[in-house]
């Protein structure tokens, strides 16, 4: 009651204690009975003690708030109220433990990310090196002018594709970390999926995209987004290799708060097992990949305040990723 009603409490409280003060005063000057002025003085001290704990309640639930945020509590949240003050202290508390807590799952994620990437990186850098080391290893110690031509040329040809394979994995390392922020426009619907059938034209199994133009448009970065619908058909067009019936479908719709771009597949499809594991950068099933693509994707679709999702189902031969765009006032 003293929560909800605050301000009404207070007041009633502040008027309790002007009364009982002129109440007490006037038995002082009456010369009342003892016992009476000793229930009104006592009846004052009462009521100044609540107001007391009443005026505290703003700085304790503070206090607890603080407390729980340093404990790491992300749970707590302080009850509605109808009172006009302590809504507007209730609404703003609440709002800042709502940031707290998506600031700190952002971190979490964040830094689960990176501890996948280093050791990644820490596994795919040392498989590529190993022979590298080895082979040179064996040339310092064993090469001399009766080495055979054709050994020295293999193991450099060894040494060199290792090589290009580290600084292919290195390159898409860089792709993914500097992903500049996107230069927001408007770009018309039609004009992108014609341009995205342009530059997958002479990809195998390119002929089995349906593409379906709506004359809508949506807001983002013009190079970024190809990039990301290049990457999820590229992807589309591997999973439906060696299904006759394989097809593809890549369509737009609209609502009044977004643009949602979806591609859909009727290829082999992904385990519900290894459906967070395709955005873990570097993750790949392919024996050509980089691991870098799909990873790419969510990354631009964060910088661009939207989301993917992708819906599988392999026994039914069914794939959808969705990419959410929102709307911007330009």
């Avoid at 022979?131 to 060199?160: E, W």
């Amino acid at each position: 009651m003293g929560y909800k009603y605050y301000s009404i409490c207070l007041l009633l409280y502040i008027a309790g204690l002007v009364l009982d003060a002129a109440a007490i005063t006037l038995c002082i000057v009456q010369n009342v009975r003892l016992y009476i002025t000793t229930l009104l003085l006592l009846l004052f001290l009462y009521m100044a003690y609540r107001l007391y704990k009443l005026l505290r309640y703003p700085h304790d639930i503070i206090d607890m708030f603080l407390l729980s945020l340093r404990c790491g509590d992300r749970t707590m949240r302080m009850p509605s109220t109808n009172d006009r003050y302590m809504g507007a202290l209730q609404k703003n508390i609440n709002s800042i433990i709502r940031l707290y807590q998506k600031n700190k799952n952002e971190t979490e994620i964040k830094k689960n990310l990176y501890d996948n990437i280093l050791r990644t990186m820490t596994h795919e850098m040392r498989n590529t090196l190993t022979p590298i080391i080895s082979l040179s290893d064996y040339y310092v110690k064993n090469c001399d002018n009766t080495t055979p031509a054709d050994d020295i040329k293999n193991g450099l040809t060894i040494i060199n594709s290792q090589s290009k394979s580290l600084k292919k994995f290195l390159d898409s390392y860089h792709t993914f970390i500097e992903l500049p922020h996107p230069e927001i426009e408007k770009i018309h619907i039609p004009e992108l999926f014609g341009h995205i059938e342009q530059l997958l034209r002479n990809e195998p199994g390119a002929d089995k995209i349906k593409i379906f133009y709506t004359n809508i448009s949506v807001h983002a970065d013009q190079v970024q987004l190809r990039q990301l619908l290049v990457n999820i058909l590229h992807n589309a067009l591997y999973a439906i290799q060696g299904y006759d019936d394989g097809e593809i479908e890549l369509r737009a719709t609209q609502s009044e708060k977004h643009t949602v771009i979806t591609v859909t597949d009727n290829g082999c499809g992904i385990p519900q097992t290894k459906i967070e594991d395709i955005f873990t950068p570097f993750y790949t099933t392919r024996h050509d990949g980089t691991g870098i693509g799909l990873s790419l994707c969510r990354q631009i679709m964060m910088l661009h305040d939207g989301d993917i999702t992708v819906e599988s189902n392999p026994d039914s031969r069914y794939t959808s990723f969705s990419m959410t765009f929102p709307f911007y006032f330009m």
